[in-house]
């Protein structure tokens, strides 16, 4: 609970508290999320709102979530079942724990108790949860997803996190790259993985194009990143 406290204060009024149940709910999305998102995030609200848009879109297309589900319907029945004790440890599996979610009796009351900014980031953190059991991944490693997509949403489109996704590239390792974190050797592997999985989907592109376009990706994310 204590980085909490930390967020807040990083992150400004924008994702003040309102109430101990939403305080609770809010302090474990931050958890999840990272202060790298909470960051990023925090240089404007129109951000949160397109990695919403790219989650919903994302999730919908891997049948994760149904056709009208959205971070912030999402976000907001976390929040309430949070306030009720259901969180995702308490089932046999996320699957669930979502059916859990979409039974439950939403209060418009207590709906009213959190901002739409609060409900979204919440709902990011089960949709990057539900990516991690599909995907089998660590706990918090699908974070890194909406990094990318907080840095450059034009680039980083529900389509290329799927491909992304389904190839098995290491998401993190992609972040960094985009940080210019890594080594000669390292960032050429794992441009050479992005050029590739733009290729399978776009087959009608050639490779020096794929590369520009990715180039021109780092340009506008580093910025951001860093």
């Not at 009024?13 to 309102?18: L, P, Q």
């Amino acid at each position: 609970m204590g980085w909490f406290s930390d967020c807040c204060s990083s992150v400004g009024s924008f994702f003040s508290s309102v109430g101990s149940s939403i305080c609770s709910g809010f302090s474990a999305a931050a958890s999840w999320c990272g202060e790298k998102f909470s960051a990023i995030v925090n240089a404007g609200v129109g951000i949160l709102s397109s990695v919403g848009s790219v989650a919903a879109n994302l999730l919908q297309g891997l049948g994760l979530w149904g056709k009208k589900e959205t971070p912030e319907d999402i976000g907001d029945r976390a929040f309430q079942a949070h306030e009720q004790g259901i969180f995702p440890d308490t089932f046999e599996n996320f699957g669930q724990y979502m059916d859990s979610l979409r039974n439950f009796d939403l209060d418009p009351k207590k709906s009213a108790e959190s901002t739409t900014e609060q409900k979204i980031f919440k709902g990011l953190e089960v949709a990057g949860r539900a990516l991690e059991d599909k995907y089998n991944a660590p706990t918090g490693s699908m974070a890194n997803v909406w990094v990318l997509a907080a840095a450059n949403p034009e680039y980083f489109t529900s389509d290329r996190f799927q491909s992304m996704l389904n190839s098995g590239v290491d998401i993190a390792s992609v972040v960094d790259y985009f940080e210019g974190k890594l080594g000669g050797g390292e960032s050429l592997e794992i441009e050479d993985q992005l050029v590739d999985i733009d290729q399978q989907t776009h087959a009608d592109k050639s490779e020096e194009a794929s590369r520009e376009e990715i180039y021109a990706a780092v340009e506008t994310a580093k910025n951001i990143l860093n």
